[in-house]
């Protein structure tokens, strides 16, 4: 093994969390996870005129270090890819993994450190500059647990995505209801079905804001069923979604207690 392939497997043990043999993450990941937190910071208070103002030069500064290291951590992540099974190695190797989802977060959240540098202070740049909070997905890679979660709602998509076509389907027959009946008496608010659908929005979501209400008797007992009906609607993603997460901590619980068996049988 030449000096450059052991330097490139050194790198990629430190870098990826699932190729770490040792508890918790390598030192050089938990200083990506510092520094992720601190990028999202700077974000936040950026934002606030009270602190940036006057802190330009500090801010971007901080910027530029910040976009700097995410360079660096994506170019490193690119190279080591070769070691990564799932991509395997040469050219193509590192475009399966340019394509990936976390490599494209990862691009995402360094790029729109750097577009700040361009141009005048618009709301482009704002948004930009706001983006960053996608730094934060980049933690994902980092916790088994979230993996697991992730998997576990993937698995109970089909019930989710039911949910939604049931949520779609009550929110068009509501509208569609309420338009026929409240349309005439009031115009502005239920006069088009896309009106009444902000209604019907904040009903099913047992929001209620209270800015539109039915007037006529019908409408109230429509906008009754409907709320009752909003309960329900909101209980079956969520009865789904506790259902996954509940399996996603046993999966995770389960995999720590092997990993913990296995680190006692190399040990004994």
Do not use: C
């Amino acid at each position: 093994m030449s000096r450059h392939t052991r330097l490139r497997r050194w790198l990629y043990i430190r870098l990826e969390p699932t190729a770490w043999h040792r508890k918790g993450l390598s030192r050089l990941n938990k200083f990506i996870v510092l520094v992720i937190a601190a990028a999202v910071l700077v974000a936040i208070l950026e934002s606030e005129p009270t602190i940036y103002l006057g802190r330009e030069n500090l801010f971007l500064g901080l910027e530029l270090v910040f976009g700097s290291i995410f360079l660096v951590e994506y170019l490193a992540r690119l190279w080591t890819s070769a070691e990564d099974p799932r991509y395997g190695g040469g050219f193509l190797g590192y475009v399966r993994y340019a394509l990936s989802l976390p490599a494209i977060i990862d691009l995402l959240a360094m790029s729109t450190l750097f577009l700040t540098f361009y141009g005048n202070e618009t709301s482009l740049l704002r948004l930009f500059r706001l983006l960053r909070i996608l730094s934060l997905a980049k933690l994902g890679r980092y916790s088994r647990a979230f993996n697991a979660i992730g998997h576990a709602v993937y698995s109970r998509r089909y019930e989710l995505l039911m949910s939604l076509m049931i949520a779609t389907v009550l929110l068009l027959v509501s509208s569609t209801l309420l338009y026929i009946i409240e349309g005439e008496g009031q115009p502005a608010a239920f006069g088009s079905i896309p009106r009444a659908m902000w209604w019907s929005i904040a009903t099913l979501t047992t929001v209620g804001y209270g800015d539109v209400i039915p007037a006529t008797p019908i409408g109230k007992m429509l906008a009754g069923l409907t709320a009752i009906t909003g309960i329900g609607l909101i209980a079956m993603p969520t009865g789904i979604l506790a259902a996954a997460f509940s399996d996603a901590i046993q999966q995770h619980r389960a995999a720590q207690e092997r990993e913990r068996e296995e680190r006692d049988n190399r040990m004994s």
